[in-house]
């Protein structure tokens, strides 16, 4: 089976611009939650969405919003992009709440 | 606040050399503890979760544990392909929100 995907790899922005980040789960699993990631920190919590709906929000601006599709895949779109928000983004999907999440490779994201 | 904390930061064992990583957490409502392997510029693998207190797991050269305060992940007889950084996260509430440590930057010399 395959495991969680994420698109695209790499991607270069410069400030002010808007970016969708893309994340389809394993089969079966209903859940998923995006991180943030900054070098030498561990992954901080964005959002975490269960059958469509949106079940918990990090500490981030409302610059950051993110769906859940039909099919359990889900966006990230970050708007109006500062320098702040060059990071590693993963998405990470699970079963069930409150078990264990399986991570994606990650987007990496440079903004200048 | 919830929190969960690493020690050491980094660590450099030789090749066999067995030692232990700390993660200590105060999580309210935590639901499960989990430990995470990330090599450079990929996401996490996953390696163990942890629910109740006295718990133990297993995989390879790897010993996880749990106590009601800190989990311990124990490496046994290293090998310089077990270099990563792990990560310790802990589960909380209803939803997914898991709060990741720091993590410990682990180098095997051979």
């Known amino acids: 089976d395959a495991g969680v995907t994420q698109s695209p790899t790499h991607l270069i922005k410069t400030r002010g611009q808007h970016v969708t980040l893309r994340c389809s789960p394993i089969?079966?699993?209903?859940?998923v939650s995006w991180y943030q990631q900054v070098l030498g920190q561990g992954p901080q919590f964005i959002f975490q969405?269960?059958?469509?709906?949106?079940?918990g929000r990090g500490n981030f601006p409302d610059r950051f919003s993110a769906r859940q599709f039909p099919n359990y895949s889900s966006e990230l779109n970050v708007n109006a992009l500062l320098l702040g928000d060059s990071a590693l983004y993963l998405c990470?999907?699970?079963?069930?709440?409150?078990?264990?999440?399986?991570f994606g490779p990650g987007t990496r994201l440079t903004v200048l | 606040e919830d929190q969960v904390t690493q020690s050491p930061e980094a660590l450099r064992l030789q090749e066999g050399e067995s030692s232990s990583l700390n993660c200590s957490y105060t999580?309210?409502?935590?639901?499960?503890l989990f430990w995470y392997r990330q090599d450079p510029g990929k996401g996490p693998e996953f390696l163990f979760t942890?629910?109740?207190a006295g718990e133990e797991k297993e995989k390879e050269r790897l010993k996880a544990t749990l106590t009601k305060k800190e989990s311990f992940l124990h490496i046994t007889a290293p090998k310089p392909e077990d270099s990563a950084t792990y990560l310790c996260?802990?589960?909380?509430?209803?939803?997914?929100?898991?709060?990741f440590g720091k993590g410990t930057r682990l180098h095997i010399l051979p």
């Open positions: 996260a802990a589960g909380k509430g209803r939803d997914d929100k898991i709060i």
């Open positions: 942890l629910y109740s």
């Open positions: 990470a999907s699970s079963s069930r709440t409150g078990y264990e999440q399986f």
């Open positions: 969405y269960y059958e469509k709906e949106e079940r």
């Open positions: 089969s079966g699993h209903k859940s």
């Open positions: 999580v309210s409502g935590l639901r499960g």
